[in-house]
């Protein structure tokens, strides 16, 4: 998307002498190569100078313009004047991370704007507060002993990963269900190793430490109070909630995660990619349908079927014996999809290897059930992302207010700062 540097070059600089901005003085904002009728968001933040009470500016109040039919705004603002009628040369301006930027010249007043693209990321929540448990020291802890390790790491990571990939909506996606009955039907051993406790008529008890497990209502409770939607469907797991809203986003879609199930949702045409964690927050991954095929030579929308026939231990999938990744990806090379392959191991003029068949024949039972478990579900009946409340803004007084006692009370230090600070990018 075009972005242009307002103020224009040589339009609306107005009065500039002696390394000040006239007290009152009135700047037009300008541009142009945006798309008709967007919202162009302009804040302002003192970072230097002299404080209002002391003859300094304070700073100007935010605003919004919208681009006309042509795809241009213009707009002046009058900047207020300082404590003692007095401009000030020390302050900068906008916290926004600037598709478009000018400078004053000799003011001191950096003025930048952008016309946020809208971006969704969806979290896999329990991925990212597993991998901050972790990753963070056990050692740190709230006065009263609790162990807040998870949600410090899990507070760093949202506010870099929303800063650093331009998230203007965000979804914290939860698992209602971890362990969903109706998967455990179909494939009995489906993530059993992880049961702690099975429970009849409800989800079983997923192994959790206790470390983490007691963090877990705190991580619950500063997603509320920071805004931030979180969003689960019974009977469901977190890969659900993510593959119905990564399908139906009208807007690029960021799926954060650990886990490489979900590089089935991966979706160039859709403008739908991960940002995969395996390798730790220092080494984020960006994965595309290029990356997809580069490391398993399938495409995203094979990924699923890739998956059931070459199995993975880590969620008791027992896959087809004797077919790993290397055969697996060949013979959906050769054929596209399961089903067709199914097809041609039923039908004895196909050229299919016996052996190949044989294998398939072995395992026809785990076949006719495995690709409805592996398959994140696509059409589930969530709240819209405005009904979630998905768009990220500036965190309220009160809200705020609270999550600064807490991150006094529970130990949160920086994190916190940093999550609110990031928020504070969101209008």
């Known amino acids: 998307m075009a972005a242009t540097t307002y103020p224009a070059p040589g339009n609306g600089y107005g009065t500039v002498s002696d390394g000040t901005v006239a007290r009152g003085e009135s700047i037009t904002f300008s541009g142009s190569g945006y798309i008709a009728g967007e919202t162009i968001n302009i804040t302002f933040q003192r970072t230097g100078g002299k404080k209002a009470s002391d003859g300094g500016w304070p700073a100007p109040p935010s605003f919004s313009v919208n681009a006309d039919g042509t795809g241009a705004f213009s707009t002046t603002i009058t900047f207020p004047d300082g404590g003692n009628g007095k401009g000030n040369s020390g302050l900068a301006a906008t916290r926004f991370r600037g598709q478009a930027a000018g400078r004053i010249a000799g003011s001191g007043l950096?003025?930048?704007?952008?016309?946020?693209?809208?971006?969704?990321?969806?979290?896999?929540?329990?991925?990212?507060?597993?991998?901050?448990?972790?990753?963070?020291?056990?050692?740190?802890?709230?006065?009263?002993?609790?162990?807040?390790?998870?949600?410090?790491?899990?507070?760093?990571?949202?506010a870099r990963l929303t800063t650093d990939y331009g998230a203007t909506h965000l979804v914290a996606c939860w698992d209602d269900d971890w362990r969903p009955q109706w998967r455990v039907d179909l494939i009995p051993t489906y993530k059993s190793h992880r049961v702690a406790e099975a429970v009849e008529g409800a989800p079983d008890v997923e192994v959790v430490p206790d470390a983490l497990q007691v963090q877990v209502p705190m991580i619950r409770r500063v997603l509320g109070l920071a805004g931030i939607a979180v969003v689960g469907a019974a009977g469901h797991e977190a890969d659900d909630v993510i593959g119905t809203y990564a399908s139906h986003a009208k807007l690029p879609v960021d799926v954060v995660t650990g886990d490489r199930d979900l590089f089935q949702v991966v979706d160039d045409a859709g403008e739908v990619r991960v940002i995969y964690t395996a390798r730790g927050m220092k080494n984020l991954e960006i994965v595309t349908d290029a990356?997809?095929?580069?490391k398993y030579r399938v495409l995203p929308e094979q990924y699923a079927d890739f998956a059931t026939l070459r199995g993975d231990a880590s969620d008791g999938l027992?896959?087809?014996?004797?077919?790993?990744?290397?055969?697996?990806?060949?013979?959906?090379?050769?054929y596209g999809t399961l089903d067709a392959l199914l097809a041609a191991a039923a039908d004895p003029g196909s050229g299919?290897?016996?052996?190949?068949?044989?294998?398939?024949?072995?395992?026809?039972?785990?076949?006719?059930?495995?690709?409805?478990?592996?398959?994140?579900?696509?059409?589930?009946?969530?709240?819209?992302?405005?009904?979630?409340?998905?768009?990220?803004?500036?965190?309220?007084?009160?809200?705020?207010?609270?999550?600064?006692r807490l991150a006094t009370d529970w130990n949160l230090g920086g994190s916190m700062k940093r999550l609110l600070d990031a928020l504070e990018l969101c209008l």
């Not at 740190?140 to 790491?153: F, L, Y």
Request: proline share 6%; no cysteine; charged share 20%.
């Open 318 to 334: 027992p896959g087809v014996a004797g077919i790993g990744e290397k055969t697996a990806a060949s013979l959906l090379a050769a």
């Open 110 to 158: 950096l003025m930048q704007g952008s016309v946020m693209p809208h971006r969704l990321m969806l979290l896999d929540t329990a991925s990212l507060y597993f991998r901050a448990f972790f990753g963070v020291p056990d050692s740190i802890r709230r006065a009263d002993g609790t162990p807040v390790n998870a949600v410090r790491g899990l507070l760093d990571m949202i």
């Open 352 to 404: 299919l290897a016996a052996s190949v068949r044989s294998k398939l024949a072995a395992s026809a039972d785990y076949l006719a059930v495995a690709p409805v478990v592996v398959n994140v579900v696509r059409d589930l009946a969530l709240p819209t992302l405005e009904e979630a409340g998905a768009r990220l803004r500036p965190v309220d007084d009160d809200s705020r207010r609270e999550l600064e």
């Open 291 to 294: 990356v997809v095929v580069g």
